[in-house]
């Protein structure tokens, strides 16, 4: 009698039990959902410890919610993000006024688009730009850092070529220059990661 008590609150819009229901489902796989209805949209944000499959989250949700039929609601907005993160990692959009059988279609849109609605679209994406720019960084300092090895592995060739044809005053000034060149990799290495870890 409960169950079907909350299937009656969920097709009223009740988000509440929208929410109770759509755990039913997600729980068994660490995801936890809350749900909000706003002028016929109803906005639900999911969370877990990992990022899960997110077309087939996606389709479980989805699935979920046609089956379900809620009077008042013909859009959703379908939010995920981890415990551990602050913004939303990805999130999804979608008419509940398609057929059962319909295809989801997960298109991607630039930055920019993200938050504007597309009337003749069945599904916008979301992304977090925080990650994106994280990735970014990752991929600059791995280039910089293979720059510099690259650069001290042609000083490295280039000092052991000349050091057979050099003097003794040479060699003094030649191993003077050496320090000062490894001092100032060290710098480089110690701002690198300054810059990194800030």
């Not at 046609?66 to 990692?89: C, G, H, N, Q, W």
Request: hydrophobic letters at 40%.
């Amino acid at each position: 009698m409960v169950q079907y008590r909350f299937i009656q609150l969920a097709r009223q819009g009740n988000s509440k039990a929208i929410a109770t229901l759509l755990n039913s489902k997600l729980h068994p796989e660490g995801i936890n959902a809350k749900a909000s209805v706003v002028n016929s949209w109803l906005h639900i944000l999911l969370e877990s410890d990992e990022l899960p499959d997110r077309y087939s989250t996606i389709n479980v949700v989805r699935n979920q919610l046609i089956e379900l039929a809620p009077d008042s609601i013909k859009r959703v907005k379908l939010l995920f993000k981890r415990y551990i993160d602050e913004y939303p990692t990805w999130g999804q959009e979608f008419d509940l006024e398609l057929s059962y059988l319909s295809d989801l279609n997960l298109t991607s849109f630039s930055a920019r688009k993200q938050n504007r609605f597309y009337p003749n679209s069945k599904i916008n994406s979301i992304k977090n730009p925080g990650l994106n720019n994280l990735r970014m960084s990752e991929t600059t300092l791995g280039i910089v850092g293979i720059i510099l090895f690259m650069a001290l592995v042609v000083f490295i060739g280039k000092m052991l070529l000349n050091q057979s044809s050099q003097t003794p005053q040479q060699e003094k000034l030649r191993i003077q220059n050496l320090e000062l060149r490894i001092q100032n990799s060290e710098f480089q290495k110690r701002l690198i990661r300054s810059i990194w870890h800030s």
